[in-house]
């Protein structure tokens, strides 16, 4: 059986995320695609975030938090408005996708898609952690997809 996978044709795993999604730029969320998706898989969730906003920030950087996703979802395009699925607040306190925009130096980005057994019963607007508390014990597959970006 193949392991979920999540790849953006904008950028490989563990490279460079172009400019243009950087959140001082076009701020737009880069392509996404989805392949592998378990057959069991109710629903995806997506978070974007940046582990190394804590030094800067004081705590991990939400830039992205989509939930109720369908799981026959195989590309998320560029500049998504999440048509279908149900978006949470991202640390800049938006209900959408909010770019890279890091203070000091390259930091590392994380695009975490889950393939969840259930839908998520969440109001828009709810945050990474509740998201995370909501799919504790509904999670059938995870995958990575990692980008760096520099200021």
């Known amino acids: ?16 995320i172009p400019r243009e999604y950087g959140y001082t730029e076009r701020n737009v969320n880069p392509p ?5 998706v378990p057959d069991d898989a109710a629903s995806l969730a997506l978070i974007v975030d940046d582990p190394d906003a804590v030094e800067p920030a004081g705590k991990v950087w939400d830039h992205w938090v989509v939930w109720n996703i369908d799981p026959d979802t195989e ?4 500049d998504s408005d999440a048509t279908n699925a149900v978006e949470g607040h991202n640390d800049y ?12 130096r390259k930091h590392s980005y994380r695009f975490r898609l889950y393939a969840l057994g259930q839908q998520v019963d969440l109001d828009a607007g ?16 995870e995958t990575q997809l990692e980008g760096t970006y520099a200021p």
């Open 1 to 16: 059986m193949a392991q979920l996978q999540l790849v953006s044709p904008a950028f490989e795993d563990g490279e460079s």
């Open 32 to 36: 996404l695609e989805i392949d592998a």
């Open 75 to 78: 590309t998320i395009p560029e």
């Open 93 to 104: 306190r938006e209900r959408r996708y909010g770019g890279p925009n890091p203070p000091d």
């Open 126 to 141: 709810a945050t990474k952690d509740s998201l995370l508390d909501a799919i504790q014990g509904h999670v059938v597959d």
